[in-house]
Structures are given as C-alpha cells and as structure tokens.
C-alpha cells in the first residue's frame, strides 16, 4: 500500500504541476533571444548590409563614370545592384557559424540540450532562427542597396523592375543569403570548432570553388557547377544561356547542400557527447 502511494508522489515531484511543456515554438524563442544576446549578432549583420550597400554604390558610381565617358552603350541590372553580395555572404557566413559553436566553447550547449532530450529540434530551432535572421538582412541590405545606388544611376542607367531577370535576381538576393547561413550553420554544428568550421565554409566557397575553375580537367569542369556558391549564385547572376544549371536549378542545389550537411549533423548530435 505503501508503496503505491510513493510513485504518484515521485512523478509528482518531478514534473510539476506548474511546469512548461517545451514545444518546438518554444525552442524557437528561446535560440532567438540567444541569437540577439551575442555580442556578434549586432556587428556582423551591419557589416553584412554596408558591405553589400557599398559595393553595389561604386559599381554604380564608376560605372556609370566609366560609361558615361566612353560612351558605351550598357545597360545596369538588378545583378550590379546585389553585386556585393559575395562579400556579405561571408559576414552571415560568420555568424551562422558562432551561432552553434560558440555553444560548443563556452559549454552552454548542454543546457540548450537539456530542455531538448531528443536533440534534433533544439538543432532545426536554432538553424530556422539563423536562416531567418540572414533572410531579413538580406532583405534590408538589398533595400538600402536599390536607395543608395538609385540617386547614383539616373534615368539613363536605371533598373528596370518590370523585367522577370531583375525581379528574380533582387528576390534572390535574400534567399541565397539565407542559403548559405544554413550551409555554414550546418558545418559549424558538424564541426563544433569555431576556427575550423569558418575555415572549411570560406575554403569550400573561396578556395576550393576557385581552384576547380581553374583547373582545365573534364572531371573538375563537370563537378565545378554543382558546388555551393557556384550553383547558388545562378539565381542571382543575369540570363546564362551556356550555364549547365539554371537558376532555380542552381539554387535547388544550394539548398540541397545545406540540407544534406544539416541532417548529417543531426545524427552526429544524437550520437555524441555534448
């Protein structure tokens, strides 16, 4: 008899009446005000929107000088407009990757753990929350981007909205943004080192990207397009009719890489130490 009455007393005491269940809404939350907290968040996401802004502002400005004085006959796209998108790619590139290792450093990663015994949705919140945040500043940077260059252009040289290409290209600005972070999100979670994952990513899409370019092997010229920011950038370059994937096409395989690599992680988590 006595013992009956000891287990509704246990499992009473360990979960309280008053306790909040955790749902993945809630993980949500919480990977967002973490994500705000961290010193990182606040300067990389302002480089990211200056770096893109500034360097869609001199490609129009001396573009238009060079144009203007030569006399060439060029039309700007939407392309020039997000043209420094390949140097915002590697701000968010960082903080993708200190959004989950810097976790792994400072050992906060159990208790983030700890409120998820399953692992894999405190994983999928934190990359949701990255992958949105990295959406949203490519949106602004891409704003401020047609507002400084719009003075700069004129009527000569303006972008024309009412072409497909340039809708998508300003459109994909964003989305290759958000891409990426996942990309770089899902190797710092392989990883878990700091170091080691901003130099894999920034080697994948700077170093490795580049040297299969170059190499004149029909192996390399056939794998060469299917790499990460050479297929994802399809989305955001102008009409290619000689490209071997389009851009939707390419940026599919962006997306693919990211996703492969994430649920490579999510089993890993499962499997190791935190």
Not at 233 to 257: C, H, I, K, M, R
């Amino acid at each position: 008899m006595s013992a009956t009455a000891t287990v509704p007393a246990t499992r009473a005491a360990a979960r309280p009446s008053g306790a909040a269940r955790v749902t993945f809404g809630r993980l949500l939350r919480s990977e967002w005000i973490k994500l705000w907290s961290l010193r990182s968040t606040w300067w990389v996401l302002p480089i990211t929107v200056v770096a893109q802004a500034g360097i869609a502002w001199l490609i129009a400005y001396f573009g238009t000088q060079e144009f203007g004085e030569g006399g060439i006959d060029y039309t700007i796209t939407a392309a020039d407009i997000v043209g420094g998108l390949q140097f915002a790619q590697l701000a968010i590139c960082v903080l993708a990757v200190l959004a989950i290792t810097g976790e792994y450093s400072t050992g906060m990663i159990r208790s983030t753990l700890s409120t998820s015994p399953t692992r894999t949705p405190a994983l999928l919140a934190k990359g949701l929350v990255v992958v949105a945040v990295a959406f949203a500043t490519g949106v602004v940077a891409t704003l401020v981007s047609w507002a400084v260059t719009y003075p700069v252009l004129g009527e000569a040289h303006r972008v024309d909205l009412g072409l497909e290409m340039n809708q998508r290209i300003l459109l994909g600005a964003p989305l290759y943004l958000a891409a990426i972070a996942l990309l770089a999100y899902a190797i710092g979670a392989l990883l878990r080192h700091s170091a080691g994952a901003l130099a894999t990513v920034l080697g994948l899409l700077l170093v490795v990207e580049s040297v299969f370019a170059l190499i004149p092997w029909t192996f390399f010229e056939k794998i060469s397009p299917y790499l990460p920011m050479s297929a994802g950038s399809q989305l955001v370059f102008t009409d290619n009719p000689d490209a071997v994937l389009g851009p939707w096409e390419g940026y599919g395989v962006l997306v693919a890489w990211g996703v492969v690599l994430l649920a490579a992680a999510a089993v890993l988590l499962r499997r190791r130490d935190a």
